[in-house]
């Protein structure tokens, strides 16, 4: 090759457990924490740790197995690493890159209003009503859908520290700046959310709240819609299909254990997950014991548990401050870390497409998420349009972006075989048979269900009401441009050096591939004799 169109060296990982915080990092997000203790309540309770354990190991910890070998093998972004599989497999990644920016548009805010709230936590700012706090006083919604020119200063500025403290890990690289930040971060959040859990179990009414998450109904377990709820569970929480464990493994060294990695990362983020219930439960049961009503009656999730829910519980327990700026702090450390990885999606996918370097990609591509989510989410209409594109680039986009990959990957390009030989040949933890079939069979069924199910319901039913016009520009047209874009990016050609980078990884797999064969050829040959 010439110099002019020489492979540039990838950045890498120094080291297996920097890559190892850095995806845990990013698999323990809000969802972890306001999502899953809701998720297991309402599906069975204490039973329902039985088909989520299940689909972590037949759905979650294979496809992250399957997305690792696809990004280490090609040492590229999703778009390139897709199309390394095959030409026409490129739209795939596009999309995941379209998807992970979309989330990262409106996931700064929420991190913005953690960032308030940690500050409101100190004088409880919300008084005797957090809910009209939140949405009126704080937000200022107008209650309209769509568009608003009404910016709302207090949202403002924190979204803008967030995107400014983002971009600047994201342009000091993989390992000084993603690697370094979640070495940090990700200790202080495990350590911070333990404190605020051992807290909530000495509040009076803790043991009601743990009762009502882990009594177990297991007629649950006869009930497709539990099972269902437990694979979404796994698929959104591990941050699998939205191109982030495909980019990160891409920074990886060639000899690295992908399977060992996986499986920690894995039963981390579901570890967390446990963690996040007890100690949501026991907060909910305090609620419940000091209003006087059933835990039943205080249940919920997303943004009205974090931002309406605990608000209450904090104005109620004593040294609720402290615990109210630990609690918003949790979700700060896990809100940044899951961003950071969501923003790197796009920047590593652009720099490979133009040939540029991740350092100008991070001010091109993440300055101009900054300067979208800025004009959209800090407004009186933003809680409608965040509220709308988190449901259909979640429920709709990511799920079939999954499955369209795994149809691809497992039936289409054949490829399953070639991943699993990768991931055998650089990792201690091997993989036969049930891994091809958990990706190719199990996992397509559960997602081909998932997503009929919720075109339905949003086709027949909407969403929150919103007008249908709302729902066809920041919903049904979202995804529909998001797929359009893909497909139209394809076709622009890759710069010889990103494609010379994929050539070099593949020649330098095959060529330690061939050196390992023969090493235990002679080896069995020595034997024998």
């Known amino acids: 090759m010439s110099s002019a169109t020489q492979a540039p060296q990838r950045q890498v990982f120094v080291s297996r457990t920097a890559f190892i915080m850095a995806a845990i990092g990013s698999a323990i997000g809000l969802g972890n924490i306001w999502r899953f203790p809701y998720v297991a309540y309402e599906s069975g309770g204490g039973a329902f740790i039985i088909p989520y354990l299940v689909a972590l190991l037949t759905a979650g910890i294979p496809l992250l197995f399957m997305v690792y070998a696809i990004g280490h093998r090609s040492r590229s972004s999703a778009p390139l690493a897709y199309r390394s599989l095959h030409r026409a497999a490129e739209p795939i990644g596009w999309f995941k890159t379209g998807i992970a920016t979309f989330i990262g548009i409106y996931y700064a805010v929420i991190v913005a209003w953690a960032i308030s709230f940690t500050g409101f936590s100190l004088t409880q700012s919300w008084g005797d009503d957090p809910e009209g706090f939140f949405i009126g006083e704080y937000l200022q919604q107008s209650g309209e859908a769509g568009l608003s020119g009404t910016f709302v200063p207090g949202v403002m500025i924190p979204l803008i520290i967030v995107w400014i403290l983002c971009l600047v890990v994201l342009f000091a690289g993989v390992q000084a700046g993603i690697a ?12 911070i959310f333990a404190i605020l859990v051992v807290r909530a179990l000495f509040l009076p009414g803790a043991i009601d709240g743990l009762d009502a998450l882990f009594t177990p109904d297991w007629g649950a377990l006869a009930n497709p819609t539990v099972w269902i709820a437990a694979y979404g569970q796994i698929f959104f929480s591990l941050s699998i299909m939205f191109g982030i464990m495909l980019t990160y493994a891409s920074y ?8 060992g990695s996986g499986l920690v990362v ?6 967390f ?3 996040a219930g007890v100690g949501v439960f026991a907060a909910l049961g305090f609620m419940a014991h000091t209003a006087g009503v059933g835990v039943d009656e205080v249940v919920s999730n997303g943004v009205g548990l974090a931002f309406i829910a605990f608000p209450t519980i904090i104005s109620e327990m004593p040294g609720g401050a402290i615990f109210g700026v630990l609690f918003f702090l949790s979700l700060i450390f896990a809100g940044l870390t899951s961003l950071v990885s969501i923003i790197q999606v796009p920047i590593s996918a652009i720099a490979d497409k133009t040939g540029i370097s991740e350092r100008t990609s991070t001010i091109v591509v993440g300055g101009l998420m900054a300067v979208v989510s800025i004009l959209i989410m800090p407004t009186a209409t933003g809680l409608s349009v965040l509220d709308t594109i988190d449901a259909f680039t979640n429920n709709l986009g990511i799920v079939g972006v999954a499955l369209t990959s795994v149809i691809a990957v497992g039936w289409l390009l054949l490829g399953l075989p070639k991943l699993r030989d990768h991931l055998n040949g650089v990792s201690s933890f091997k993989l036969g048979p049930i891994w091809i079939i958990c990706v190719s069979v199990i996992t397509p069924v559960v997602l081909g269900f998932m997503l009929i199910q919720q075109m339905m319901v949003y086709a027949q039913e909407g969403y929150e009401g919103y007008p249908t016009w709302h729902l066809l520009i920041f919903g049904w047209g979202l995804i529909a441009g998001l797929a359009y874009l893909s497909f139209l990016v394809s076709i622009i050609p890759w710069p010889a050096k990103s494609l010379d980078r994929v050539e070099k990884a593949r020649a330098e797999f095959e060529a330690q591939a061939a050196a390992d064969a023969g090493t235990t050829a002679r080896t069995a040959g020595g034997e024998e004799a």
């Open 273 to 275: 997950e446990m963690l």
């Open 252 to 259: 990886l060294k060639r000899k690295t254990n992908l399977t």
């Open 266 to 271: 894995g039963f981390a983020n579901s570890s």
């Open 180 to 191: 370094r930040f979640s070495n940090v971060f990700v200790p202080l959040l495990v350590i």
